[in-house]
């Protein structure tokens, strides 16, 4: 294949059109890891947020729970002697236990539903974001197209 020579001035705007190429390239990977990076934070602070909130309840709703079968068991030690009372205190204590027990299980399954709401919520970002960097990718391909097709016509120009 014959080496073409071009002229100087061509070959000045090829090196000014492949840097500024590589500078579009450059700036639309670095915005596209910034916009990913800013996404998996958020992500991840929402998690922990709600991850935190549930701790905090669950703790708490234990903590009541532990009170009130210690207050159970001195209770039960002062009643040794009184049967009847004691078996009312024990079945009241009991329905208490079950209700936080229920309580339990309330904050849980309402915990599952919110992280199932936000990856739901999430999932849909994520594939927006996802629309949104092929449309970026499509239309840096066009510039790209478009340039290369300008370099190429201009190439013909100097050739005839």
């Not at 234990?62 to 009372?85: F, G, I, S």
């Not at 915990?111 to 199932?116: A, F, Q």
């Amino acid at each position: 294949m014959p080496m073409l020579f071009l002229p100087a001035d061509t070959s000045k705007m090829m090196q000014s059109k492949k840097k500024r190429l590589d500078f579009l390239t450059k700036n639309y990977m670095e915005g596209s890891q910034q916009k990913l990076e800013q996404l998996w934070n958020n992500q991840y602070s929402q998690r922990h947020k709600l991850t935190e909130q549930y701790s905090q309840q669950v703790s708490s709703a234990r903590q009541q729970w532990e009170t009130e079968a210690q207050r159970a068991e001195d209770q039960e030690e002062q009643l040794n002697n009184m049967k009847r009372q004691q078996q009312k205190i024990f079945q009241q204590l009991k329905v208490a236990h079950k209700q936080k027990l229920k309580t339990v299980k309330e904050l849980y399954k309402q915990y599952i539903k919110n992280i199932e709401e936000m990856d739901r919520s999430h999932e849909t970002f994520l594939q927006g974001a996802q629309q949104e960097l092929k449309k970026d990718m499509a239309s840096l391909q066009k510039k790209i197209l478009a340039d290369m097709v300008s370099i190429d016509q201009f190439g013909r120009r100097d050739r005839e």
